[in-house]
């Protein structure tokens, strides 16, 4: 806010200036005693004023010292001008100081403390009534519009110092209206970055812990075995993992990734034939993670819902992409008849369309089920 209130005030003092540069055009000097010391000073002010409102444009504020010296130089100009005049100038175009006081009185009141700038428009006020004291000696004729001058310096500076006020005020509720909602995106961020996370946890026991309890609980395997034992095993590091803050991340390399999770379907009593063809070329981690629990979701629902205990895997690569196919001759089902959001549907699509992949699932009642993962760059 205080830039914008640096701009108005250097372009006012600018046009305060400039209505005097016709008056030497015309030989308006003429009317003072030493015309070149008054042109002087007002190149001399016109100086001050570039480089006071340059400086603070730059710096993006005002400091107060460099309002004071404003003041100053003002406050002599008050005093010397209408004493170089040859007749009484302290109501007419001649005083050309006084817009520019106008405007010096107007920035301490926008700028400055209370106090400071009240005592700085007071003096300001007394220096153009001590400079005007020769005319107001001299009858009452020039007296009303001394006055309303000396008014109007002191008016515009209340005004100033109102309007400054109120839009510090109206900034300040804005910028704290904006951190309010920044603070509350950001709790609704961490909120949704939990429900993710919790989200994230859920599929991942979904596809190990839980398909191996519930096979178990199920009878369809014998805990004494040593690959279920193995399965279990490796289950229970993923719960030390998940309490640890371990990920059980991707490993690098999609082949290993892929029969790892076909070695863990076959301990829970899945046949899978699983084919696959150049997936040498290195994925993201994410990636290669999404698409290793698409495979693992899609081989547990075959699991769990298919009816049978046989299943094909087939994984292709090549220019820069990814294909994964999951086939079986189960039962089937209607995808169009699963609620949005919920099954394999979700389960997929919540794995791999966050890292950009397709999703196509194939399916109808006793025709089995295709499910088709592909991912380019």
Known sequence: MDVLLIWAAGCLRAVQLAVWIPVPLIGGLRMYRLPALVLAGYLLTVAWTVLLFVRAGRARRLGHGWVYADVVVALLGLLLVPAACIASCDTGWQHWVLPPAMGAAIVAAAFTPRWPAAAAVALLVAG?????????????????????????????????AVVAGYLRGSAAQLDAATEAALAAGAREAAAQARFDERTRQYDALHRTVLTTLSAIARGRLDHRREEVRALAQRDADYLR????????????????????VVRDKQALGLQVHS???????RLPPDVEQALTNAVSEALTNVTKHAGTDEAWLTAVGGDGGITLTVVDR?????????????????????????VGGRVAIDSAPEQGTMVEVSWRR
Do not use: K
């Open 275 to 281: 084919q696959f063809h150049d997936l040498s070329e």
């Open 128 to 160: 153009y009534l001590a400079g005007s004291l020769r005319e107001l000696l001299a009858g009452p004729d020039g007296f009303g519009a001394i006055t309303v001058n000396a008014v109007s310096l002191l008016g515009f500076a209340v005004l100033a």
């Open 330 to 354: 189960g039962r089937g089902f209607r995808p169009a008849a699963v609620a949005p959001g919920r099954g394999l549907v979700r389960e997929l699509r919540h794995c791999v369309v966050e």
């Open 241 to 260: 993992g998940l309490v640890t803050a371990g990920s059980g991340g991707p490993t690098g390399n999609l082949a290993s990734a892929l029969a790892g």
